[in-house]
Structures are given as structure tokens and as C-alpha cells.
């Protein structure tokens, strides 16, 4: 397939997707995921989009107000400079990149030229430490890092024959990036990019065991992302703002792929300590008309006074871990939109979705998303289109947008691919719609008196509590009832961690929980999170199994 044909493949499927933007039966039905043999994104797509195109594909605002605005133009110009210098520095199709940049124009710019040049990208977050890094170095097989000037001491303590590049350094250590500008803004590929190539390594954030190294494609991110920017909404001309930390994967997924997929502007605000009221203000001032966040981030938001924003975007969502439906109900009351939930993780796109126009059910994660054949497997049986089970793919029907496997680890990935599934590690119910709903973790969910619970549910109706910011419910041991939900509490602002606050908190428990699911342990403490955000909760299972407290914990029964 030539480049001209690969590119109209991939626009083809594309635009099937933007024509069914609100029908999704026509959209799951009509679309087929483009399966070209050679594709390099960076050129075949984002270049022919870019050429002679004066939108703005990125803007940037910083926290002191000053603003960095790139064409698509200017994009492609720019990464053409950084590719011809990276590959006079001695990057070769196949070297292993670190880039670990924060939210500055150089991330996209090497991002883009490191496709163009065929070398593979190691995205990690700027947050990382030396232990970290020194296993990216190691087990990614790192030949080049680039990085902060401010981060670059890190590497001090990271052994390892690798190129240094720093972005604002004085290039004296460090070989200094803004020497790119000087090159050519012509760049000639050095050969074909086959679809199966590798195209990045992601570390996984490693919320239950160390983290795996996750293997994509030049095709299963770039053109598996069009199932992202299906549930997203977005379309082209939209400003597409998505809060997420640089390295790790739903920032690639929305801050990327997905926009620049649809021809849509990525819009970031930068700032140290989050302010519900600033940004608020830069959404309105730069008329943001799709929003991507945290579920912690929808959290905070709502502690603030959401109608300040007078121009809401007009489609929101959330990924990352479930939304609680009493955060959905705070927005649209305050903005007259739904905040739609997805599914999907760093090894695949976004796999269950609710898309624009689908009608949304409470506490549901939506339908599958088009090109993806979703089936929850019983756990116990092993057979498929269980009404409760793990939520898998059909590999029969195998999705562009779905990991090469993990890196370096056969075993597992012959484990997570057994039986011709892709199996997730999370548990869902369908309903007779085929709307899939989330039960959890299959190592979070536990057993209390031989009925299962499910952690998220019991976050979910805490939450509804006005003195509940955040939580996370684990099993603590109990000897009549082998276990019982014990709760993680951050309090929101005006609430003190006391006896009179956890009897409120048990007492909202027994009224709309049944009685075997009911919290019977409440502490209240800050929760440990992965530098991605994802609360840590083999962490908090270690803590309550040891009996350590780290702030005050109270049970029911002495509060009766």
C-alpha cells in the first residue's frame, strides 16, 4: 500500500466516524479499522493536514498568563528540524527514546519527530525519580534521553551509554536541544514504516504489582486512537482541553492522537497546584469546547463553584478510573452537559464508551467502543457473554487499537491473550441493552460474610456524603466476618476528622447501603497514589491487613 492509499484508508475510517458522530449503532456498524502495511502517522497524517494549515494545533497558556500558540504549519516544520538534528546526533530507526518533558512545545515536536525517524518513544513523567528512571534505562534499552534542564541531575544516579539531550540547559553536560532550530525544515524519511514497528514503550503505573512494559505500534496508538476520538466527540476546529500528567498514556491518547486525529486544537493550561477558579477562567477566555479530566480533578472541581463558567464545552469526559454518579449529577446541574465515562488502559485505546448521542444510563461505562468486540468472560467457567464477568476482547476480531504484548515478558502476555481473549483484569455486568457497567478490580472486589463486594460501589455512596472528598474502600480483617469494607476518607474543606464526622459518615453507610455492604471501619487519611493519580489501594490493603493506621480510624460498633 502506498502512503497516498494509506492515507485515505486511515481518513476514510475517520470520517465514518465524524459522519455517525451521534449515531452509534450506524458508527459500530460502519466502521472497520484501516489495516495498512506501512504507516508512519507523523508523516502520512499529521503532515498532510499540516501542509499549508494556519489553525492552531497547540496552545499553550502558563500559569503567569503568557501564551505559546503553533500552527499545524509550524508543527510539522518544527518537528522536520528536530528529526533532521535528532538523526545527526546519531538517532536510528529502532533506538529507544526517553523523552520525559513536561507540558512545553518540545514534547509534541519530539514526539512528532521521533515517529518521522522511526525510533521508539519511552514516554515518562517529569515526577520520576532516579530508581525509576534507572529502570527505564535498563529494561527499555534506552540509547538517548531527553529531558529538562531541571531534571537532568536525575541521571547523575542512572548508569548507561546514552545520548543526553536537555531542553533550556547550556548545552555544555548536555547536549542542548535548541540547536534544532538551525536545521533544515525539509526532512526525507530514510525508509518505509511498517504498521507492526514498534512506536513506544510504556511503563504501566504499577498500581498493584511492578510496572509492565507495554509494547505499541506505528498503527495500534495512532490509528487505535480513533475509537478515543469517537468517544470524545471531538471534531475538527474543536479546542480540546485534557488534563494529564506527560508520560503516561491517556496523555498520548488525548493530548495527541485523538485531537490531531480530528483536526482539533490541543489546549493546555499549565500550572503547580491546581485551581478549579483559573482554569475555569482560561476555558472560558479560550472557548474551550471539549474537556477531558481525572475523576480526581471532577472532584475537586465540583468543591468549587462550577457556574463561573458560563460557557461550558460542550462535551465532557472522564477516564482514568470510574466516575461516581453523584459528580456526573453536580456538573450537569451546573452546566447543562453529562459527564461521560470510558473504559480502556495504557494497553489499549478507549474500549467501552459512552459516545456522543447514546443514551446514558446511571453508573454505566457505556457500549463498546466501534472496532472493538467486548466480552465478559466468567471467571469461574471461562465461557463468554456472561452477564458478570471479566471485561475481554474478542481476538477474533482482533482491534488495530490493542498492544503488540508486553515487552520482554512472553509469560504474561501469553497469560492476558490465553483462550483468545484479551483479558483486562476488570470486572463487569452487562445489561439486556448491552450497556456494560463496572464491578471492579477482580483483585479489588472481596468477600464479607460470603457476599461480594464491590469497592467502587461503596466509594460511589460515600461520596454522595457533602463531607466526603475522596475515598477507597479495601477489606479489613474481621474474625466473624472474614472481612468487612473499611474506608479511606479525604474530608472536603470545613470537615474535621472526628468522632462526630465518622458517626455522620456510618450512619449515611447503613441508610442507603445494604447491610452486608455497609463501611464498618472508617479512617481518615490522605491516599497514596501513583505518580499518575491512580489511587494506590494494594497499598492501602497492606496498611490495613498490618493493622497500621496513618490517621484517625474509627469502627462502627464503638461508635453504637
Known sequence: MTATSATEEFRAARDVLLRHREDYAAAYEGFAWPRPGRFNWALEWFDVIAGGNDRTALHIVEEDGSETKMSFAEMSARSNRVANWLRAQGVRAGDRIIVMLGNQTELWETMLAAMKLRAVVIPATPLLGPADLRDRVERGRARHVIARAEDTAKFDEVPGDYTRIAVG???????????????????????????????MLYFTSGTTARPKLVEHTHTSYPVGHLATMYWIGLTPGDVHLNISSPGWAKHAWSNLFAPWNAEATVFIHNYTRFDAARLMTEMERHGVTSFCAPPTVWRMLIQSDLSRLTTPPREVVAAGE?????????????????????????????????????????GSMGRPSPGYAVTLVDPVTGAPDAEEGEICLDLSVHPV?????????????????????YRTG??????????????????????????????????????????????????APDPLRLAVPKAYVVLADGFKPDEETARALFAHSRAVL??????????????????????????????TAEGASTGPEFAEGDLA
Open 401 to 421: 487499537g490493542l498492544m503488540t504484548g508486553y515487552h520482554g515478558d512472553p509469560e504474561k502476555t501469553a497469560e492476558v491473550m490465553a483462550g483468545g481473549y
Open 169 to 199: 540547559g547550556d548545552g555544555v553536560t548536555w547536549l542542548g536541544y535548541e540547536l534544532s532550530a538551525h536545521e533544515p525544515d525539509v526532512f526525507e524519511p530514510d525508509g518505509a514504516t511498517l504498521a507492526h514497528d514498534t512506536l
Open 322 to 362: 470510574p466516575l461516581n454518579p453523584e459528580v456526573i449529577e453536580a456538573v450537569r446541574r451546573a452546566w447543562g452537559v453529562t459527564i461521560r465515562d470510558g473504559f480502556g488502559q495504557t494497553e489499549t485505546a478507549v474500549q467501552v464508551s459512552n459516545s456522543p448521542g447514546q443514551r446514558l444510563k446511571e
Open 426 to 475: 476488570d470486572i463487569g455486568s452487562r445489561d439486556e441493552d448491552g450497556y456494560v457497567h463496572y464491578v471492579g478490580r477482580s483483585d479489588d472486589v472481596f468477600k464479607s460474610s460470603d457476599y461480594k463486594v464491590s469497592p467502587f460501589e461503596l466509594e460511589s455512596a460515600l461520596l454522595e456524603h457533602e463531607a466526603v472528598a475522596e475515598a477507597a474502600v479495601v477489606p
Open 514 to 543: 445494604a447491610p452486608y455492604k455497609r463501611v464498618r471501619r472508617i479512617e481518615f487519611a490522605e491516599l497514596p497514589k501513583t505518580v499518575s493519580g491512580k489511587i494506590r489501594r494494594v497499598e492501602l490493603r497492606r496498611l
